[in-house]
């Protein structure tokens, strides 16, 4: 395909329309080769030299533009120096245009509670979280992009708002945003703030990725789980961000109750037609 080049500060391209590769597709990507833009792997999943989760790799990036996202670089917490030698390894075999990782912290080095657990928003913590980037981009050696995490509490001693800190981090680490617009959805019903609040604090230049996901509807708060459609609201949002930044990386993202591959096809298809809507009345 014919890369566009990203309206953001750094010299990546648009990959286009993207899924998530999961375990139940492996096979039939392999084989069919769909007409699809690029894939995300999460990066834990392959980030050994054999086995069957290398080789469906091999085979995806033979074909696919192939971007890595992990789950465990605890940019908020403690780091493991094995884990950082392994995602090295991996970038090194794709050479994305930019890894990606999230904004939380995953526990300690004692003990890991898989989950990605919201920071207190400090400029301490945030000075933290500053060094640990530079030293990750520095030892892996690609630009990596920092994603925000779904919310459902607020800590006291949190001195800024969440898009402020995300912007401070990524500003003073020089480093690329993956924004999740589903996660700043969820966040603002269970915490009770406007959304297009949080674009507006936002380097927005700093965006080479978005995912689009869907959650759960519970009675008392909204919980990112997804295994659902994307919604309605989350459509709109995201149309109101390619309006402000144009054509940008997006990755549908769908982890429980996972349907057959045409269906994530067609939430591809969706999301195109969002986007070139929304380009058409950023003209």
Request: one cysteine or more; glycine letters at 6%; charged letters at 25%.
């Amino acid at each position: 395909m014919q890369y566009v080049a990203s309206t953001s500060r750094f010299s990546v391209p648009v990959l286009g329309i993207g899924v998530g590769y999961r375990v139940p597709h492996y096979q039939q990507v392999v084989e069919e080769r769909p007409e699809l833009d690029w894939f995300e792997i999460l990066s834990e999943n392959h980030m050994t030299e054999g086995g069957s989760p290398r080789w469906y790799l091999e085979q995806l990036a033979e074909r696919y533009p192939v971007v890595p996202h992990g789950v465990s670089l605890s940019l908020g917490g403690a780091q493991d120096p094995e884990h950082l030698r392994r995602l090295r390894s991996l970038v090194d075999f794709l050479h994305p245009p930019w890894f990606s990782d999230h904004l939380c912290w995953t526990g300690t080095r004692e003990h890991r509670v898989h989950d990605l657990l919201p920071l207190p928003y400090t400029p301490a913590i945030r000075d933290g979280v500053v060094e640990r980037i530079r030293r990750v981009q520095g030892e892996v050696g690609r630009l990596l992009a920092v994603e925000n995490v779904s919310a459902y509490l607020n800590y006291k001693d949190s001195t800024v708002a969440e898009w402020d800190f995300l912007g401070e981090v990524a500003e003073a680490a020089d480093c690329a945003i993956l924004l999740d617009v589903n996660n700043i959805f969820v966040s603002a019903c269970n915490l009770g703030f406007d959304p297009m609040i949080y674009l507006d604090g936002l380097p927005l230049d700093r965006v080479v990725q978005v995912h689009l996901a869907g959650h759960s509807v519970f009675p008392k708060y909204r919980l990112d789980t997804h295994d659902h459609p994307v919604c309605d609201e989350v459509w709109a949002l995201y149309r109101e961000l390619v309006r402000r930044i144009g054509p940008v990386s997006t990755l549908i993202e769908w982890d429980g109750n996972i349907p057959p591959f045409e269906r994530l096809q067609e939430e591809v298809a969706t999301a195109r037609f969002h986007q070139d809507q929304a380009l058409k009345e950023r003209r």
